[in-house]
């Protein structure tokens, strides 16, 4: 690893259009562009984003509660994009799903979930198709894995177990490493390995209700978020939370989900809003504050924010995932009815 910067965004002075707008509100009646975004409607709470490798489909999740959301668990499908069309898919549940234990490697569940609210992703190649694990908040606490086959050119969800999370963790973010172990995030944050059905817990307490996270394709590196302490931080898989580096900081922005762009570079999405303000910003059916989006380079871990975009009041704000597709952003939300799409700044 070359030498890390560590950016501290200057976000105390933000302009009056950053500010959140606490008035509530309904989903906007179309999905006509607004306020420099278009949109893809037809999604519910479209928490986080990931691509299905070169595919052009990307998976959504739709997040209604649970221990972490604080809400009653309700239906939350998995959808699929179509990146050229914007089309939207129900992937999971639906009625050609297929279900194929590997009951060896995942022996908690004997059935697919009876409800899935699904929140945060993980993709990766295999076997001529896609692993895909999901944070699942709905009839128990897991990370659901299915496999998404590809061969008749659109995706096909197979379930194949689940792995209980622990009640400690709460699970959020999940991220897997090239040794066969998941790493999942939450109130603390465990790593679960498949050679003996078990998990080891990082030191807790340490980074405060961790968020997003994913690991460096080699697998030593976890970047990790803390929602509670507005951090991005970089962890040695194999090594301890203290010795943690504080990639960026900051004083209003939640980090949310972290994602690998089609540059190469990871990009963090975060909601400007108050503490004193966060609940009830979150408790309404659209929450209107706006959105950070920072991005990593992977090889000098350098950070720098390169969006700060104000909410479209009533119709879409609090960003929780920016995946960067080419010269595009698309931003998920934990609150709405739709993504928005906004250029990449030049």
Not at 160 to 167: D, E, F, M, Y
Not at 172 to 190: E, I, M
Not at 211 to 221: L, V
Request: charged share 20%.
């Amino acid at each position: 690893m070359k030498n890390l910067t560590v950016y501290v965004s200057a976000v105390v002075a933000v302009c009056a259009s950053l500010l959140w707008h606490p008035a509530s509100a309904q989903y906007a009646p179309d999905c006509k562009p607004r306020d420099g975004m278009i949109f893809i409607c037809g999604l519910e709470n479209a928490e986080d984003l990931i691509p299905l490798g070169d595919t052009g489909w990307i998976v959504a999740s739709s997040f209604h509660g649970g221990r972490s959301g604080g809400d009653t668990p309700a239906l939350g499908p998995l959808s699929v994009i179509n990146q050229k069309t914007h089309a939207v898919t129900r992937l999971y549940p639906r009625d050609d799903a297929k279900v194929d234990q590997d009951k060896k490697r995942f022996p908690d569940c004997d059935a697919p979930p009876a409800t899935i609210s699904s929140h945060g992703l993980d993709v990766h190649p295999t076997n001529g198709g896609y692993r895909l694990l999901v944070v699942n908040h709905g009839s128990r606490e897991s990370v659901e894995i299915f496999f998404i086959d590809m061969t008749t050119g659109a995706p096909h969800a197979t379930w194949r177990g689940c792995i209980l999370v622990p009640k400690d963790v709460q699970g959020n973010g999940v991220t897997s490493l090239p040794d066969g172990r998941f790493v999942v995030s939450g109130h603390n944050v465990a790593t679960w390995s498949p050679k003996d059905d078990s998990w080891t817990h990082y030191t807790a307490g340490i980074i405060k209700r961790t968020n997003g996270i994913i690991a460096s394709p080699d697998g030593k590196w976890l970047y990790i978020d803390g929602s509670d302490d507005y951090t991005v931080n970089l962890v040695a898989t194999d090594g301890r939370m203290e010795d943690r580096k504080v990639l960026i900081t900051s004083d209003l922005a939640h980090m949310d989900n972290i994602r690998l762009g089609t540059d190469g570079h990871y990009y963090v999405a975060g909601t400007y809003v108050k503490a004193e303000d966060e609940q009830a910003c979150f408790r309404m059916k659209l929450c209107n504050a706006p959105t950070v989006i920072a991005e990593i380079d992977p090889v000098t871990n350098a950070a720098r924010i390169v969006m700060k975009l104000p909410p479209s009041v009533g119709v879409f704000g609090a960003g929780t995932t920016a995946l960067r597709l080419g010269d595009e952003f698309w931003i998920g939300a934990s609150k709405g009815d739709r993504i928005a799409i906004v250029p990449v700044p030049k």
